[in-house]
C-alpha cells in the first residue's frame, strides 16, 4: 500500500464506539512461526482457517517502485530494495499461525511473477479506482469467501514483528470490530475487519498524514469499536530508510533477512573501496590506490538489451564495464559505448573468447565480474555477489538462481534440469556444494590468473569452477534473481542445436578435469 500513510500514536490499545472513546491495554501475543495452510479452493465449502492476511504489493519495476527513495538510491536500486521487503513480508506472514495468505498484486499482468515468487499464497489483483475502494475489494472479496477475520497489510515494513500480526486477528476474535496498526507518519500498515465497511476506506483521503485519525473518525461515526495495534513505521524514504539500517544493525539475523543482505552487501562493497583507498604522494602526483572491479559482459547480438544494461551496473556500484562484442551484426556495440561501456571485438565465435577478451582489456582489475548481456540477472544485484570477496570470505562467488529467484518461464525445463544434473556431478566429483553453475559471477583475478582457462566456448564457465576447486579455492553461492531476456533470443537455451552443444561441452569438461586429463 504506496504509504498508507501514518501519525504518531502509542504502543496502548484504543477503542473508539459510537461518540465515546477510551484508553485501553491490548498487549500484542507473540505468535510461534508455522507453515502456512493450503490454498484455498472455491470448490471446498469453507475455508480452511478461520482468517485471511492479504498483502498489497506491486511487481517491482525501476522506476515504479520506492520511487521516493531514489535518490539516495537509483531506480534499480530502490527496485532491488522493494523485492526483498517483500520476500521478507512474505516471509513474515508465513509465520502468522491460522491465516490463509493472499497477495493482491498489480499490475494486471504481474500474475505470473507472484506465482513463481510465492506459490504458497493465493493471488488477486486489485481492483478499484484508487487505493481505498482497492483495499475495500480485496478487504470483502474475503469476507464474502466465509473467512471470518480478514486483515490486509502493506508490504514497505520488513521489520515489523509478527506478533502484530497475530494481535490483529486476536482483538477481532475477542470481539473488536476493526484492527488498526498504525504508523508513524500518520496513516497505517494494517486494517482487520469482521464484516465489510466500505465507509473505512472508500471515504477516506490515502496518502496524506491524518489517514489513521481519518478512519477512527469514521470508525466512531459507525459505531464500531477500534483496537489499536503497536506503531510500526513503513520504510520510503531516505530518513527511513537510515532507522531502517540501524534498526538491522541491532537486531538479531533472522530478522529481514532479504533485505538485510542486500543491504550489507550494498554497504559492504562501499566501505571495502574505501578502506583499500589510500594517497601516496609522489614526486609529480597522488595516486589513488583502491580494489578495482570490472564487470565483463559478453554479447552477441544484444541490441535492445545492452544499453540499459550498462547504465543500470554503472549505476549500481562503482566498477568499470567492458562488453566484448563477439561478432554482433545489430547495434550492440554501438549501444554498449552509448551506456558506458568499453567494448572489446573479439570475431572469434565462443562465449570463452568473449570473456577471455574481455579479462584481457580489464587490466589490473583485482576483481572480475561476468554477467550475461541478455538482461537476465539484475544489476542491482551485482553488490551482493562482490560482498564475499570483498569481505575476504570468498575466492569465487556464483550466484544461484534455485536459491533466489526463477521467473515463470525464464528457465526451461531442459535447462533447469541440466543445470541440476551438472551440479549434482561437480558436487560429487570436486566435493562442492552447488545449486547452480552461476553464469552471474565474481573472481578474484589473481585466481583467475592461476586457472590456464583453455576452453573458448560454452565450457568456459565450467572450467572456472572445476580447476578453482582443484585448486581449494574458497567457492560459495549466493541467491540471485533470473527474468526472461528483455529482447532477442537466447543463444543456448532459446534453440535445440545451443541446448545440445552446451551440454556437450558442460559435461565434457566437468569429467575431463575430474580424471585429471589434459586438453590436447
Known amino acids: 500500500m504506496e ?60 522506476g515504479q517502485t520506492k520511487t521516493r527513495l531514489s535518490p539516495p538510491l537509483s531506480p534499480e536500486q ?12 512474505l516471509d513474515l506472514i508465513r509465520q502468522t499461525p491460522d491465516v ?17 515468487l510465492a506459490p504458497d499464497f493465493e493471488c488477486l489483483l486489485q481492483e478499484g479506482p484508487d487505493l481505498g475502494a482497492r483495499l475495500d475489494h480485496a478487504l470483502t472479496r474475503y469476507l464474502a469467501l466465509g473467512y471470518e477475520r480478514v486483515a490486509i497489510m502493506n508490504s514497505d515494513g520488513p521489520t515489523l514483528p509478527v506478533a502484530c500480526l497475530a494481535a490483529a486477528f486476536d482483538a477481532l476474535r475477542d470481539g473488536a470490530d476493526v484492527a488498526l496498526g498504525p504508523a508513524d507518519d500518520g496513516g497505517y ?77 550494498w554497504r559492504m562493497s562501499e566501505s571495502a573501496n574505501e578502506r583499500m583507498s589510500e594517497s601516496t604522494n609522489h614526486a609529480t602526483r597522488n595516486t589513488q590506490y583502491a580494489i578495482r572491479t570490472t564487470v565483463i559482459i559478453p554479447a552477441l547480438n544484444e541490441a535492445g538489451n545492452i544499453g540499459r544494461l550498462v547504465a543500470e551496473v554503472l549505476a549500481t556500484a562503482a566498477v568499470d564495464v567492458i562488453v566484448a562484442d563477439n561478432g554482433s551484426t ?31 582489456a580489464a587490466g589490473d582489475a583485482d576483481i572480475l565480474a561476468f554477467l550475461d548481456g541478455d538482461y537476465s540477472f539484475l544489476p542491482a544485484e551485482l553488490p551482493r555477489l562482490l560482498a564475499p570477496i570483498l569481505a575476504g570470505e570468498a575466492d569465487l562467488v556464483l550466484g544461484s538462481r534455485p536459491a533466489g529467484h526463477i521467473a515463470r518461464g525464464a528457465m526451461p525445463p531442459h535447462q533447469r534440469f541440466g543445470n ?26 589473481s585466481l583467475l590468473a592461476q586457472l590456464d582457462m583453455q576452453e573458448m566456448t560454452y565450457g568456459w564457465p565450467t572450467e572456472m569452477i572445476v580447476k578453482a576447486a582443484r585448486q581449494g579455492a574458497r567457492i560459495v553461492e549466493v541467491p540471485v534473481s533470473y527474468h526472461s531476456r528483455r ?4 543463444k543456448v537455451s532459446g534453440t535445440v542445436r545451443g541446448t545440445l552443444l552446451a551440454a556437450r561441452y558442460i559435461l565434457g569438461v566437468t569429467l575431463r578435469y575430474a580424471w585429471g586429463a589434459r586438453r590436447g
Not at 420 to 445: E, S
Open 189 to 265: 500498515y494494517l486494517i482487520g475487519l469482521k464484516r465489510p465497511a466500505p465507509r473505512l476506506l472508500r471515504k477516506v483521503r490515502m496518502s496524506t498524514p491524518h489517514v489513521a485519525a481519518d478512519t477512527l473518525a469514521l470508525a466512531a461515526a459507525e459505531g464500531l469499536t477500534v483496537a489499536l495495534l503497536p506503531t510500526w513505521y513503513d520504510v520510503d524514504d531516505s530518513a527511513s530508510l537510515a532507522r531502517l539500517e540501524a534498526e538491522l544493525a541491532a537486531a538479531p539475523p533472522e530478522v529481514a533477512p532479504h533485505t538485510r543482505a542486500l543491504l550489507g552487501a
Open 100 to 116: 490463509q495468505s493472499v497477495i493482491a498484486y498489480l499490475p494486471a499482468d504481474a500474475q505470473a511473477y507472484f506465482a513463481s
Open 330 to 360: 545489430d547495434a550492440t556495440a554501438a549501444e554498449a559505448r552509448a551506456g558506458g561501456a568499453t567494448v572489446v571485438a573479439e570475431p572469434r565465435r565462443g562465449y570463452g573468447y568473449a570473456c577471455a577478451a574481455g579479462v584481457a
Open 3 to 62: 504509504a498508507i500513510s501514518r501519525t504518531p500514536t502509542s504502543r496502548s490499545g484504543f477503542e473508539a464506539s459510537a461518540g465515546r472513546s477510551r484508553l485501553q491495554e491490548k498487549p500484542a501475543k507473540a505468535s510461534n512461526p508455522e507453515d502456512c495452510l493450503d490454498v484455498y479452493s472455491p470448490s471446498k465449502p469453507r475455508p480452511r482457517a478461520a482468517n485471511a492476511l492479504i498483502v498489497v504489493a506491486k511487481r517491482p519495476a525501476p
Open 78 to 89: 530502490a527496485a532491488a530494495l522493494y523485492e526483498c521487503f517483500l520476500r521478507d513480508t
Open 487 to 490: 529482447a532477442g533470443r537466447s
Open 420 to 445: 541440476w544434473l551438472v551440479a549434482r556431478l561437480m558436487n560429487r566429483l570436486y566435493g562442492l556444494t552447488l545449486t547452480d553453475l552461476g553464469p552471474y559471477r565474481a573472481i578474484r583475478r
